[in-house]
């Protein structure tokens, strides 16, 4: 069974410019959360989406978002990126949001903003 | 607001001998603790979780309501277990992982 994968596996943009990070879930999950794991900061909840629709979201500004297409795969979209949003980017993926499901995660995206 | 606490970045144990990882946390509600482990050039990963209270890889970890504490103990530390280890917290509903700063394990031969 494949996993969790991510693309791109590295990707480099400069401050302003925006980014957009794919993830595929586990065939069958229908949950997929987003982590930024920036250095020494471990890893702090971007969102959760669920069925398509966004169902929890962390403490970060509007300008983090993403949308979950109809086969569960989702977008994480960063735009007027600051120099701080350099980090490994998780999404994991989970079976459903009956009582508390595993979540798997992937590789990540290392994003560097310039 | 829900916390987590590694307070140990970094630890090295001699291989044989006994680790124990530390995990506090902050949470008001009945939580639900996790921890995961990161292999070196592998994904993060579910290692145990209190509520099912296994034992994996030899690892055990007991949930302190009154201490506010999830402690990960081995008794005989191996080799293979060198790694990331992070303490997680979750709630039902939300489905948001909190998750601690992270402890690097190196078992020493």
């Known amino acids: 069974e494949a996993g969790v994968t991510q693309s791109p596996t590295h990707l480099i943009k400069t401050r302003g410019q925006q980014a957009t990070l794919r993830c595929s879930p586990i065939?069958?999950?229908?949950?997929v959360y987003w982590y930024q794991q920036a250095l020494g900061l471990g890893l702090q909840f971007l969102l959760w989406y669920d069925e398509g629709e966004e169902r929890n979201r962390g403490n970060f500004p509007p300008r983090f978002s993403g949308r979950q297409f109809p086969n569960y795969s989702s977008e994480l979209n960063v735009n007027a990126l600051e120099l701080e949003d350099s980090a490994l980017y998780l999404c994991a993926s989970s079976s459903g949001t009956s009582g508390y499901n595993e979540q798997f995660f992937g590789p990540g995206t290392r994003l560097t903003v310039l | 607001a829900q916390r987590v606490t590694q307070p140990e970045k970094l630890l090295s144990v001699f291989k044989g001998a006994p680790v124990e990882l530390k995990c506090n946390y902050s949470?008001?509600?009945?939580?639900?603790l996790f921890w995961y482990v990161q292999y070196s050039r592998q994904r993060l990963q579910l290692l145990l979780r209190h509520i099912s209270r296994e034992s994996i890889k030899g690892f055990t970890a007991d949930l302190n309501k009154g201490e506010t504490s999830f402690h990960l103990k081995k008794p005989f530390a191996q080799e293979e277990d060198s790694a990331m280890y992070y303490c997680?917290?979750?709630?039902?509903?939300?489905?948001?992982?909190?998750f601690g700063t992270g402890t690097r394990l190196t078992i020493i031969p």
């Open positions: 065939s069958g999950h229908t949950s």
């Open positions: 997680a917290l979750g709630n039902f509903g939300n489905e948001k992982l909190t």
């Open positions: 949470y008001s509600g009945s939580p639900e």
